[in-house]
């Protein structure tokens, strides 16, 4: 079992930076490739950026590529999503998710573990 915790959202201006943060709990985090998925009101969930176990290896969604970055910190079991240059319509709540397999995926039914999300909102 991983449990997932996540923080850093808020309410933050157009153009605007967050950084978000998901702490694992429970099974050797290195094992896990990591991914960030997102849910606007009325919308489904959709992926947005995922890294292997290693962080060598990083892919993103086409809506947020070359505005957000992915990272994890194996020791301190944390995987990070810094967000630059945040538009209305990245406002979502944000979940962080925990895949128990070899490559990365974008497919939200192979990851095994996931997140209560936080909120991020941004204001035009």
């Given amino acids: 079992q991983v449990q997932l915790v996540e923080s ?4 933050v201006q157009a153009g605007g930076s967050l950084r978000l ?7 050797t985090f290195s094992n896990y490739v990591m991914g960030w998925f997102r849910q606007a009101p009325g919308k489904e969930r959709e992926f947005v950026a995922a890294i292997s176990w290693s962080g060598d290896s990083t892919y993103y969604a086409d809506s947020v590529k070359g505005r957000f970055t992915i ?11 810094q967000m630059n240059t945040l538009k209305p319509e990245d406002t979502a709540v944000y979940y962080c998710a925990a895949a128990h397999r070899e490559g990365i995926t974008t497919a939200q039914w192979r990851y095994n573990y996931w997140g209560q999300g936080t909120q991020v909102t941004v204001s035009s």
Avoid: E, F, M, W
Wanted: proline share 5%.
């Fill in 8 to 11: 850093g959202g808020g309410l």
């Fill in 21 to 27: 943060s998901c702490a694992a709990s429970g099974r």
């Fill in 71 to 81: 990272s994890r910190d194996n020791p301190k079991n944390t995987v990070y999503l």
